[in-house]
């Protein structure tokens, strides 16, 4: 009889462990080299000039650069940055920040930079639990560069 308990906690412990890993996890380098496939999705996607993944003051960062046309600007921003919420969730360590360079394809318009916090765009973009307005007022910040 002890041997059945024992047995029978035994297997519960290894199928909650297993079941609590049972989610992919990618590297960072996994994670970057999937950012291009993801936009080679789809044909209208911006073209991305740059991925990378560093650490700036101890937060992880993912980074990408695309270029952008005036005419679909916020469009490009705004799938930029979901299929960057879409990929990192898939990451072993979870991301800090965002940052999206828009490089404009016309010399008039300066270059912009889109710092979003990451645990709050995927709310916004995977799960749908940050409304859009929320969103563009306390998750991300654009300055001209």
Same mark, same amino acid.
């Given at each position: 009889?002890?041997?059945?308990?024992?047995?029978?906690?035994?297997? &519960?412990?290894?199928?909650?462990?297993? *079941?609590?890993? !049972?989610?992919?996890? +990618?590297?960072?380098?996994?994670?970057?080299?999937?950012?291009?496939?993801?936009?080679?999705?789809?044909?209208?996607?911006?073209?991305?000039?740059?991925?990378?993944?560093?650490?700036?003051?101890?937060?992880?960062?993912?980074?990408?650069?695309?270029?952008?046309?005036?005419?679909?600007?916020?469009?490009?921003?705004?799938?930029? &940055?979901?299929?960057?919420?879409?990929? *990192?969730?898939? !990451?072993?360590?979870? +991301?800090?920040?965002?940052?999206?360079?828009?490089?404009?394809?016309?010399?008039?318009?300066?270059?912009?930079?889109?710092?979003?916090?990451?645990?709050?765009?995927?709310?916004?973009?995977?799960?749908?639990?940050?409304?859009?307005?929320?969103?563009?007022?306390?998750?991300?910040?654009?300055?001209?560069?």
């Amino acid at each position: 009889m002890d041997n059945l308990k024992y047995l029978i906690k035994v297997s &519960l412990f290894l199928w909650c462990c297993i *079941s609590i890993n !049972a989610k992919t996890k +990618f590297s960072d380098r996994q994670v970057a080299t999937m950012i291009p496939k993801y936009f080679a999705r789809d044909h209208n996607a911006p073209k991305i000039t740059r991925t990378r993944v560093y650490g700036e003051n101890g937060k992880k960062v993912l980074h990408l650069n695309i270029e952008v046309n005036r005419n679909r600007y916020e469009n490009q921003m705004e799938y930029a &940055l979901s299929a960057m919420a879409s990929v *990192s969730q898939h !990451a072993a360590r979870p +991301f800090d920040t965002f940052v999206l360079i828009m490089e404009q394809n016309s010399r008039q318009i300066k270059d912009e930079k889109v710092a979003a916090k990451a645990k709050c765009t995927i709310d916004h973009f995977v799960f749908k639990r940050v409304k859009s307005d929320k969103w563009m007022n306390k998750c991300i910040k654009i300055e001209e560069i």
